[in-house]
């Protein structure tokens, strides 16, 4: 198999650095990146560590450019193996991989709705893109004038919204949901007159709260406050259906099969990235990549769509997973 037979001059630069500390190659896989896709992450580490030979990963919640800053600092067992993303890595953190000698193999590994939520107690809301935007925009438009931001309650934008303060828990801007957030909501629904690159700016008046990347946070905090919204990705949702309730979007319900289908309007692609240089230096990474995309994980019908993972279509799967074998760098877009 060529993914389990790479290696190269990098690879063999990282195993002779540790040769040379008189150190131990690490033996535990090291998993960063986003808080969206930690679940799966965690789920795939944990079935890896009872089914195989190979100690159960180590996976960390840091937000998707939080782990890709860290996965391209370069190689060695000091810096991670694998990173999670719920967006595309860019261009220029491609370059800077690059820079640092650290090739990054991409893995699509299916979809997810970027989901509006609160607690079951409080009040139904139904929403389009426009309203999100008025209600989070640093700056909105007013009587064809470019204003801060003046609305405080839900109802302020428009009467059929709830008579409440405008309070919402969301991703910092770390993460790959806020980017995601800004691109599918922000930008797609900016208000005329104000400057593209203004159009993802959120306001920081407290209306909006940063909440970190623990999502399972912001489900409790949801709970305690009925009043509130949070802002996550659509696995959450589906996890704590006992304990929250997703706002419709532009009449969409977020649902899976609205998600899977692309009717509903804030969905994206989730991905991780493999660091080719530690393919046969730190043990178990291929290993792991076979048991995330196999078809009783990412599948139609494997263990990931039990927490909400959207799968990817066959056709779709079948070439991820052989670009994985195969090592196949990620390109620029």
């Not at 929403?127 to 064809?144: M, P, T």
């Not at 649902?255 to 990235?273: E, K």
């Not at 043990?283 to 139609?300: C, H, K, L, N, R």
Request: proline share 5%; with cysteine; glycine share 10%.
């Amino acid at each position: 198999m060529k993914f389990a037979q790479y290696a190269s001059v990098a690879a063999l630069v990282v195993a002779g650095s540790v040769a040379a500390t008189g150190a131990q190659a690490r033996d535990q896989i090291s998993i960063v990146g986003s808080s969206t896709v930690f679940p799966f992450a965690t789920a795939v580490a944990e079935r890896f560590g009872q089914t195989s030979d190979f100690p159960t990963p180590v996976v960390e919640s840091t937000g998707s450019g939080g782990g890709l800053k860290l996965f391209c600092e370069g190689v060695g067992e000091g810096t991670p193996d694998i990173t999670n993303a719920s967006r595309r890595i860019k261009n220029s953190e491609i370059d800077n991989c690059l820079a640092n000698g650290a090739t990054p193999v991409e893995v699509k590994v299916g979809f997810d709705g970027i989901v509006l939520a609160g607690a079951k107690s409080g009040a139904d809301l139904a929403i389009s893109r426009e309203q999100i935007f008025a209600a989070l925009a640093k700056n909105v438009v007013v009587d064809g004038q470019v204003v801060a931001n003046p609305y405080m309650n839900w109802s302020d934008i428009d009467p059929s919204l709830p008579a409440t303060k405008i309070e919402v828990l969301g991703p910092p801007p770390t993460s790959g949901t806020r980017d995601a957030f800004v691109e599918l909501v922000m930008e797609e629904s900016c208000q005329e007159g104000i400057e593209e690159d203004a159009c993802g700016e959120i306001r920081e008046d407290g209306a909006f709260i940063d909440a970190g990347e623990n999502d399972n946070l912001i489900v409790q905090k949801l709970e305690a406050n009925p009043a509130a919204v949070g802002i996550f990705g659509f696995s959450f949702l589906d996890q704590n259906a006992d304990k929250i309730k997703g706002a419709t979007v532009d009449g969409v319900e977020p649902t899976f099969d609205a998600i899977a289908d692309g009717d509903y309007p804030v969905s994206r692609s989730l991905y991780f990235y493999v660091k080719k240089e530690h393919v046969g230096v730190i043990p178990g990474i291929q290993e792991y990549v076979a048991e995330f995309t196999s078809e009783a994980a990412w599948g139609d019908e494997g263990y990931l769509t039990e927490k909400g993972l959207i799968p990817l279509p066959a056709e779709s799967r079948e070439k991820f997973k052989a670009d994985a074998e195969n090592l196949v760098a990620a390109e620029k877009m």
